[in-house]
């Protein structure tokens, strides 16, 4: 892609990064890139190219940057084309039904993540107060302990200190 021609047509449009980022739907630092000279992949750089009311083959172009630009629609504030347009495809019912199966794994995997969030929940809640449980465990054992050496100590004749 031609980044003279891109950076031509952004300023014609008066287009920030974020406001092209915003139009086209690639991410801002995907723009940065492709006017830093590397190329987008195909459907980028369609996407940016319909953003900008051009053609790919149009920002591709490397001869005269002042050619107009070779679109049969202008942008628009959703930077979409016109219903009419000849390439542009329709919704057939293969499409609605994948949409409808992807909406569904979609809502699967929110239900997997908020079941997973739970039980993960419960098990540092279990770890907690498994934690607890054994600290007042070693507390009573320690005070046990204690407790004996100190009446063996108090009581010389008894116990394993013997004098």
């Known amino acids: 892609m031609n980044p003279a021609r ?5 300023r014609e449009l008066g287009w920030s990064y974020t406001r092209f980022a915003d139009e086209s739907g690639v991410s801002e630092s995907t723009i940065k890139r492709v006017l830093g000279g590397s190329e987008p992949n195909a459907s980028t750089a369609e996407l940016m190219a319909r953003a900008l009311g051009s053609t790919v083959e149009w920002l591709n ?4 940057p002042d050619e107009p630009v070779m679109s049969s629609y202008s942008p628009s504030s959703t930077a979409e084309p016109p219903k009419n347009e000849p390439n542009e495809p329709t919704d057939t019912e293969d499409d609605k039904a994948m949409i409808a199966a992807l ?22 809640n279990s770890l907690t ?6 600290s007042i465990a070693c507390g009573v054992l320690v005070a046990f302990l204690l407790a004996f050496f100190a009446y063996d100590i108090l009581n010389p004749t008894v116990g394993w200190f013997q004098y």
Do not use: C, F, G, T
């Open 6 to 10: 891109l950076k031509k047509r952004m």
């Open 129 to 134: 107060r498994d934690k607890l449980v054994l």
């Open 103 to 124: 909406q569904h794994v979609i809502n699967n995997y929110k239900e997997r993540i908020i079941d997973l969030k739970e039980a993960h929940a419960d098990r540092v």
């Open 61 to 64: 172009a490397e001869d005269d």
